[in-house]
């Protein structure tokens, strides 16, 4: 048990260093407009004051040319690209309650960190429920919509 608090004060000490506010979106209905075609999502959104950023800025990737996977050559051909994905980490204790009980995060979820949107690539949880480890990729395209609102995202 002394272990698990070392932990906890650990995450204090790097939500102090490292925090930053987020918002946490999580999609409330999702509607389709059959006539138009459009879709209509409407948010929650929970304002948390301290999530743990990790400064992983960038992360190198390597995709493979489809000539080289389809002939199996001998030389790699490809071309590396930088993939914008940040760790986040989120205290248990700072994810929202409603009627009592703790949201559950899943990927369908969003994060908006210093008016970028991030989008859920990869979810850990912490053990004994301690927090989460995020994994979130950039999505640069995606504009941030008002909150709790339906909103028209075609």
């Not at 948010?43 to 990790?54: E, G, K, N, S, Y």
């Not at 990737?61 to 989120?90: M, P, Q, R, W």
Request: proline letters at 4%; one cysteine or more.
């Amino acid at each position: 048990m002394n272990n698990l608090r070392h932990v906890e004060l650990i995450l204090y000490k790097l939500e102090r260093q490292w925090g930053l506010p987020v918002t946490l979106r999580k999609p409330v209905s999702n509607e389709n407009d059959v006539t138009t075609g459009r879709s209509i999502i409407t948010w929650q959104d929970f304002d948390l004051r301290r999530v743990i950023r990790l400064p992983s800025d960038q992360l190198r990737a390597f995709i493979h040319d489809l000539a080289h996977i389809n002939a199996s050559k001998n030389f790699a051909y490809g071309t590396y690209y930088e993939a914008n994905v940040k760790i986040f980490i989120i205290r248990q204790k700072d994810i929202p309650k409603i009627d009592g009980e703790r949201q559950e995060i899943n990927s369908s979820w969003t994060l908006v960190c210093e008016d970028k949107n991030y989008e859920i690539v990869d979810i850990q949880e912490a053990e004994n429920h301690m927090g989460y480890l995020i994994k979130a990729k950039n999505v640069d395209s995606s504009p941030i919509i008002p909150t709790s609102r339906g909103t028209d995202v075609s």
